[in-house]
C-alpha cells in the first residue's frame, strides 16, 4: 500500500532565518492512519503542517501527498483539495456570513457545478451534525460549532487527508471534544486519513500514532503506549505525559503492579480493579 503522505529528507528554513524550522525530516502517514504530532512551541510542527498542505514548499527534499510532488506547481491546487487543513481559530477560516454558504466556499473555487454542490453541502454538514445551523450567521455559534463548520467546508470537498493544526486550541474542553470526537468518526467511518498537531497529550493519546518533533526533527515515532511511557525523555523534551500515565508511574513506584501502557481514566480503572477484586 503506497503512503498517503511520504516526507523524504525535508527540510525547510524561512527567509533570513540562520536555522533550518525542519531538518532532513523523513516521514510517511499510511492511509487511514490518525496520527498525532507533538512538540514545544517552536518545535516545527506547524512548519510541518504547512508543508502537508502545499502551503510550504520544502527548501530541500520531497514531500509527496496523495502521489504528488508539491514542488510542482501544477499540483498545488489538487494537493490542497485532496489534503485540507484545519487551522486553529476558526473564524480566520470562516468567509460567509451564512454557514451553508461558507461550507460552499471551497467548492466554489474549485469550480463545482451548483447540482453537484448542494448534496455535498448537505453531506457535510451531516457529517458534522449541523445541519440544523445552515441557515444561521457563524458569528452566532459557540466555538466548537464553529471549527465543526470549517470542517465541514474541508469535507465538502472531499479530502483523502485531514491536517488539524491545533485545531482545538483556543475552545474550552466540552469544544475540545465535540471537534476530536467528529474527526476520529471521520476517519473510522470514511478511511480519511488524519494528522492531527496538538499540545493535549489527552488528544494525542487517542491517535494510532504519535510523533514527536523537537528543534525541527522527529525524534519519537510509534503508538501512543509507547511514546508516553518514556516519561523522562518527554519531560526533557519540555512535554508532558496524559495524567493517566503520569499517575500509573507514580503509583508503580510506591509499590503497585499496574502494567504499562496506561492512557485513560477507563484503563487505570479497570487495572485498580483487577487489584482490588482478583478473583472478578
Given at each position: 500500500?503506497?503512503?498517503?503522505?511520504?516526507?523524504?529528507?525535508?527540510?525547510?528554513t524561512?527567509e533570513e532565518?540562520?536555522?533550518p524550522?525542519?531538518k532532513n525530516?523523513?516521514?510517511?502517514?499510511?492511509?487511514?492512519?490518525?496520527?498525532?504530532?507533538?512538540?514545544?512551541?517552536g518545535s516545527?510542527k506547524s512548519?510541518l503542517a504547512?508543508?502537508l498542505n502545499?502551503?510550504?514548499?520544502?527548501?530541500?527534499?520531497?514531500?509527496?501527498v496523495?502521489?504528488?510532488?508539491?514542488?510542482?506547481?501544477?499540483k498545488t491546487?489538487?494537493?490542497?483539495?485532496?489534503a485540507g487543513?484545519i487551522f486553529?481559530?476558526?473564524?480566520?477560516?470562516i468567509?460567509s456570513s451564512?454557514?451553508k454558504?461558507?461550507?460552499?466556499f471551497?467548492?466554489?473555487?474549485?469550480?463545482i457545478?451548483?447540482?453537484?454542490?448542494?448534496p455535498?453541502?448537505e453531506s457535510a454538514l451531516?457529517?458534522?451534525?449541523?445541519?440544523?445551523?445552515a441557515?444561521k450567521a457563524?458569528?452566532?455559534?459557540?466555538?466548537?460549532q464553529?471549527?465543526?463548520?470549517?470542517?465541514a467546508?474541508?469535507?465538502?470537498?472531499?479530502?483523502?487527508?485531514?491536517?488539524a493544526?491545533?485545531?482545538?486550541?483556543?475552545?474550552d474542553?466540552?469544544?475540545?471534544?465535540e471537534?476530536?470526537?467528529?474527526?476520529?468518526?471521520?476517519n473510522?467511518?470514511k478511511g480519511?486519513?488524519v494528522v492531527?498537531?496538538?499540545h493535549?497529550?489527552e488528544?494525542a493519546?487517542q491517535?494510532?500514532?504519535?510523533?514527536?518533533?523537537?528543534?525541527?526533527q522527529?525524534?519519537?515515532?510509534g503508538?501512543p503506549?509507547?511514546?508516553?511511557e518514556?516519561i523522562d525523555?518527554m519531560?526533557?523534551?519540555h512535554?508532558?505525559?496524559?495524567?493517566m500515565t503520569e499517575?500509573?508511574?507514580?503509583l508503580r513506584?510506591a509499590?503497585?503492579?499496574l502494567p504499562h501502557?496506561?492512557?485513560?481514566?477507563?484503563e487505570?480503572?479497570?487495572?485498580?480493579m483487577?487489584l482490588l477484586?482478583?478473583?472478578?
Amino acid at each position: 500500500m503506497e503512503a498517503r503522505i511520504k516526507l523524504e529528507n525535508v527540510s525547510f528554513t524561512y527567509e533570513e532565518a540562520e536555522e533550518p524550522a525542519l531538518k532532513n525530516v523523513s516521514l510517511q502517514i499510511m492511509p487511514g492512519e490518525f496520527v498525532a504530532v507533538l512538540g514545544h512551541n517552536g518545535s516545527g510542527k506547524s512548519t510541518l503542517a504547512k508543508l502537508l498542505n502545499a502551503l510550504f514548499i520544502p527548501t530541500e527534499g520531497t514531500v509527496t501527498v496523495c502521489g504528488m510532488d508539491t514542488k510542482i506547481e501544477e499540483k498545488t491546487l489538487p494537493v490542497r483539495q485532496r489534503a485540507g487543513m484545519i487551522f486553529q481559530n476558526p473564524d480566520n477560516q470562516i468567509v460567509s456570513s451564512i454557514v451553508k454558504e461558507d461550507v460552499a466556499f471551497g467548492l466554489e473555487n474549485m469550480g463545482i457545478p451548483t447540482e453537484e454542490m448542494l448534496p455535498r453541502i448537505e453531506s457535510a454538514l451531516s457529517a458534522v451534525h449541523m445541519n440544523e445551523f445552515a441557515d444561521k450567521a457563524p458569528h452566532m455559534l459557540s466555538g466548537g460549532q464553529k471549527q465543526r463548520v470549517a470542517i465541514a467546508g474541508v469535507l465538502a470537498m472531499e479530502p483523502d487527508v485531514i491536517i488539524a493544526d491545533e485545531s482545538t486550541a483556543m475552545l474550552d474542553p466540552s469544544g475540545r471534544k465535540e471537534v476530536l470526537d467528529t474527526v476520529r468518526r471521520l476517519n473510522r467511518q470514511k478511511g480519511i486519513t488524519v494528522v492531527w498537531i496538538t499540545h493535549f497529550m489527552e488528544e494525542a493519546a487517542q491517535a494510532d500514532r504519535v510523533v514527536v518533533v523537537s528543534d525541527g526533527q522527529v525524534v519519537r515515532d510509534g503508538k501512543p503506549q509507547q511514546v508516553f511511557e518514556e516519561i523522562d525523555t518527554m519531560r526533557q523534551l519540555h512535554l508532558n505525559v496524559p495524567h493517566m500515565t503520569e499517575l500509573a508511574h507514580q503509583l508503580r513506584e510506591a509499590g503497585m503492579p499496574l502494567p504499562h501502557g496506561i492512557l485513560t481514566v477507563e484503563e487505570m480503572a479497570e487495572e485498580v480493579m483487577k487489584l482490588l477484586c482478583p478473583s472478578k
